[in-house]
C-alpha cells in the first residue's frame, strides 16, 4: 500500500439522522392516517380531507373541508416496497397505505432551499416538499407557511437536511 493516503479532512458536522425521523425526546404528537391513492414521501407536508381523514401529499387547507395533516414521519417502521428488489430502501409509501403524521415534535426533513435557524418553513401546496422563508417573509409563490414551525437545527446553504421544530 504505497499509495494509501492520510486523512487530510473532518467533518465538523456529523450526520444526524434519515428524513422523517423523530430526532428529540420531548413532546410529540403523532396521529394514523391513511393516504391516498397517490401515496406520498416519508418527510413532506400532507393535508387531510375532514369527513374522509385521508391523508394528500401537499394540498390547500381551506375553512371546512381540507385541514392539516402534518409531516409523514418514521420511515423505519413502514414495510419497503422498493422497485425490482422488494428490499431496496424507499421513503415512498404507495397509495392507500397507513403513516404515521407529526403535529408536534422534532424531526429531520430534506429541504429544496437554503435554511438557517429560525426560518419558517413553508411546504410546496402540489407537491408537499418543504422550503424555507426568513422570519416575517411571505411564502413563495405556490407554497404555503406551516403554522408554528421553524428550521430548529442544522442550517444549510442549499438544499440538504435540517432538523424542524413544530408546535402547537
Known sequence: MSNAQLQST??????FGV???LIVDGPQRVEPLTLD???GT?????TKSN???VATQGGTITNGSIVAAGFLVNPKVYA???GANPLDPTLALPGNAQGEFLTMGTIVVYMTTAANIGDLVEYNLTTGVLGAVAPGS???SGFALIPNCVVW???TSAAGLVAIRITD
Open 37 to 39: 391513492a397517490n401515496g
Open 153 to 155: 437545527r442544522y442550517p
Open 80 to 82: 419497503s416496497m422498493g
Open 51 to 53: 369527513t374522509t381523514n
Open 10 to 15: 473532518v467533518n465538523i458536522t456529523l450526520g
Open 19 to 21: 428524513v422523517g425521523e
Open 138 to 140: 411571505a411564502a413563495t
Open 42 to 46: 416519508v418527510g413532506n407536508y400532507f
